[in-house]
């Protein structure tokens, strides 16, 4: 099954797997997002009967039937990937990460069509009751596709709750509910969920800027901000709680990513969060080099982050890769050790298996269970190879948090001065409105490279590295099909962002 390294097709795949990731990106925090929105409108249509509440809803979704046709387009192509190019990896734990991925399609993702046909050609079809129910399955629909995905990718980053079977060199489920409330999975649920809300919120904000700021519409712009910016208000403190969460979890489970976004070298106690700062981009593990040229740190903050004291140890990147005794922290140097005798242990009892000697086969299983927590790390080459990239990795963490602080700003403002009743003569609120959505997806592809990139080299954490992951193609295959996919994908965001634009300059439908 392992083959030797091509490392050019590993980057290659992996290259490809990120810009689909981002694409997909793109158009899916829109749909969780909006979803319930236009649910709002239409509740407020419901009980109130005002027809311009329904004109205002049919209007919002239209936008949101045209992102949802390609953010399924961009989400089919990435589970293709999995068997072209990560076909170790799919054979490994297909008996794991098959089961989310099959109860999203088959569940969620056939409330969420289903009824998706309601709610488009329902109206006047079907009574307003069940129209308004349809468009609520729709958002349940839509979030709980993305529960089934997040609780897959959770496994990644915190293998829980399964066995790996020496027989078939498979890692087999033993405990669903195990993988499902894991402590990953429901952090990462809430804070993609939360956060998806918040960038739906600026999308609103920034089409309904752009008709105050041409003086059109101006009825179905401010009702939208009142609703959207409420929305996210509530959504974007969520956000911050669940982001906490989140980091602390990084603590206990991936504190090598956790060490990495905050650039954090050596460990100590109090230890100081660094709020800006400037990388200093040569400095590796283990030398003399200062870490940034420039920062700015909040005493003990990193300490009640990661440890929940003001004075807990937080281990540094130089710990966990040549560890640290009195600290208690074991680092990558002494586990590539162990995890090369579980290398060998396994290769050792397929062998015993083989020519019949069971005694054998044995005490290699013994040996190979002894040190099966390191199995991973037998394929690394030096104790280096565990560290992220520590300058993408703090520039996308303080870029989410920056933009995540300047939302609610916003949010705040057009609440205040819809309410005020003057926003539309607001130039320069407006003209700040209308880039709100771009900072909205920056901020949420940020967040999807700490997640990603954080876990690297691992595409199962501390279990199986990206580079044994791989299918055995050659980089020359993977690279064409990765120059395809960029042009596939440029001209459905092209065909999205033209149809947008086309139905945003048209608005709402008349009064007849």
Known sequence: MVEAIDIGMVNWARALFALTAMYHWIFVPLTLGLSWIIAFYETIYYRTGDESWSRLTKFWMKLFGINFAIGVATGIILEFEFGTNWSNYSWMVGDIFGAPLAIEGIAAFFLESTFFAVMFFGWNRVSKKFHLFSTYMVAVGSNLSALWILVANAWMQHPVGMVFNPDTARFEMQDIMAVILSPIAVSKFTHTTSSSFVMASLFVISISSWYLFK??????????????????????????????????????????????????????????????????????????????????????????LAQRSTTGYVAGINDLVYGNEAEGVMGVEQKIPLGKIAVQSLADYKAAQKSGDEAAAANALQTFRENEAYFGYGFLEKPEDSVPNVGIMF???????????????????????????????????????????????????????????????????????????????????????????????????????KIMITQIKKGPEEVK
């Open 215 to 304: 003086q059109r519409h101006q009825l179905l712009a401010k009702r939208s901000i009142v609703v959207a910016a409420t929305f996210g208000i509530v959504a974007s403190l969520f956000v911050g709680f669940s982001g906490d969460e989140a980091a602390y979890e990084d603590a206990k489970h991936q504190p090598m990513k956790l060490a990495a976004f905050e650039g954090h070298f050596e460990g100590d106690s109090p230890s100081g969060l660094v709020a800006l700062g400037i990388v200093n981009t040569k400095k590796q593990p283990g030398d003399d080099l200062q870490s940034f040229h420039f920062k700015l740190k909040i005493p003990g903050m990193l300490s009640i």
């Open 395 to 497: 520039y996308s963490f303080h870029i989410m948090v920056i933009l995540a602080g300047l939302f609610i700003i916003v949010f705040a403002l057009f609440l205040f001065f819809v309410y005020k009743g003057n926003i539309e003569h607001l130039k320069w609120l407006l003209m700040a409105g209308l880039p709100m959505f771009f900072l909205g997806i920056i901020a949420q592809e940020a967040g999807w490279v700490v997640a990603e990139v954080g876990r690297q080299p691992w595409a199962i954490q501390d279990m199986l590295p990206v580079s044994i992951a791989r299918t055995n193609l050659d980089s020359g295959t993977v690279a064409t099909t990765f120059f395809m996919f960029v042009a596939l994908f440029t001209a459905l965001l092209i065909a999205e962002v």
